[in-house]
Structures are given as structure tokens and as C-alpha cells.
């Protein structure tokens, strides 16, 4: 009961940065409650990349694991949130090695994407409307739609669109430049409208817009 009082102090002061610091003073039990906030959204991002539910769930667990061995290299440069999701996205990515090889689009080299001009921009598939994401089929197509990109093009498109992180977040997560962002996710917004576009279409078919 004390360490709870405790931790809803350090929240009510603090937030984050006073549990993690507790963690490393030895309050290792704290660590729960410094990623349950996350626990979902590690667990679809996982589940997004390496599409398999078995798989996920060590991919998360094992990202959480990962994360409490190595707090003491957080910084705080970037958030927690941010950071944890770099990590679930390197056991991910080992995740996919183990299970299969998925060859990288040899069009994707930095040299080459940095001389690419990009298309009037598209639509971003957030401004869907919110009523036609509560619907299950809907959010079912998106999340097929995710699950069929190229994982080049998967691993942007979840950190911009779905986890909403900068662009020099993404760039400092997959080691790229800003230029392959831009043209990676530019791509993956391309081929989740040509997948999604029926669809959407047969919803409002006299909407003449497109979500990308």
C-alpha cells in the first residue's frame, strides 16, 4: 500500500521521469506501472509487423524485458514512450529474421530516394471519418491493408501514422534519412489507398475524396 501511495505521489509530481528514477534507485516492481500505458500499443504495433498473434507476444514481452535491463541508458533525449517503441521495433524486426527473410526493396537506398520528387501530397488516412472507423469491418480493412505492406513501408507508416511520431523520431528510430521517410511513407499511404479505395468507395460512394 505505501509503494502505491508512493507512485501516485510521484505521478501527481513528476510523472515519468521520477518512476524511472525510482526504478533505478531499486524499485524494479514500479516498472509495471511505467509501461502499462503502453502495453496495447507495443503489442499492435508487434502484432502489425510480425502478423502473428504468438509472435507479438514475445516480440512485446520481450521489448519490455529489453527496456528494464536497459533503463539506465534512457536518457530522456526522446520520450519513454518513443524509446520503448525503438526498442519493440528492433525485436520485431529480430522477430522476422528468425521466422522468415523479407527482402528490402532495392529501390529504397538513401542515394536514390534523396533524387525522388514526390507527388501533390495525399490524403492522410486519419481524417477518415471517425464514424467509419467505429466501424469493425472498417478498422479490419485497415488493419489487413497494414499487415500486406512491405515491411520498409510498414515500419513508417506505423511510426508517422499510427504511433504520430515526428520525422527526426522516425529518422533516429529506423536509421534513416529524412528524405526515405518521406518516400517510404509516401508509398505505403500509396498502396493503402489503392487497397482500400473499393472499400471506402462502396461506403460513400458519392464521395469523390480518397483518405490519402
Request: proline share 4%; aromatic share 8%.
Amino acid at each position: 500500500m505505501a509503494d502505491l501511495t508512493r507512485l501516485t505521489e510521484v505521478r501527481d509530481k513528476s510523472g515519468e521521469a521520477d518512476i524511472i528514477a525510482c526504478i533505478r534507485a531499486g524499485s524494479t516492481h514500479m516498472f509495471h506501472h511505467l509501461i502499462r500505458p503502453y502495453e496495447r500499443k507495443v503489442y499492435a504495433m508487434a502484432l502489425a509487423l510480425v502478423k502473428n498473434a504468438g509472435d507479438a507476444e514475445d516480440v512485446a514481452q520481450e521489448a519490455f524485458l529489453r527496456a528494464l535491463s536497459n533503463l539506465d541508458s534512457f536518457r530522456a533525449e526522446s520520450k519513454f514512450s518513443t524509446w520503448l517503441i525503438s526498442i519493440a521495433l528492433n525485436e520485431a524486426r529480430a522477430k522476422l529474421r528468425c521466422v522468415r527473410t523479407e527482402k528490402f526493396d532495392s529501390l529504397d537506398d538513401d542515394a536514390k530516394e534523396a533524387r525522388v520528387v514526390l507527388p501533390d501530397p495525399l490524403w492522410d488516412w486519419r481524417e477518415v471519418p471517425s464514424e467509419m472507423l467505429e466501424r469493425l469491418e472498417v478498422r479490419q480493412w485497415i488493419e489487413d491493408a497494414v499487415s500486406e505492406l512491405p515491411v520498409i513501408y510498414r515500419e513508417v507508416f506505423l511510426l508517422r501514422d499510427v504511433e504520430e511520431l515526428s520525422i527526426s523520431e522516425t529518422c533516429r528510430i529506423l536509421g534513416i534519412s529524412v528524405a526515405s521517410v518521406k518516400v517510404r511513407l509516401h508509398r505505403a499511404r500509396m498502396l493503402m489507398q489503392k487497397r482500400l479505395a473499393p472499400q471506402l468507395k462502396w461506403l460513400h460512394p458519392r464521395r469523390r475524396w480518397l483518405p490519402w
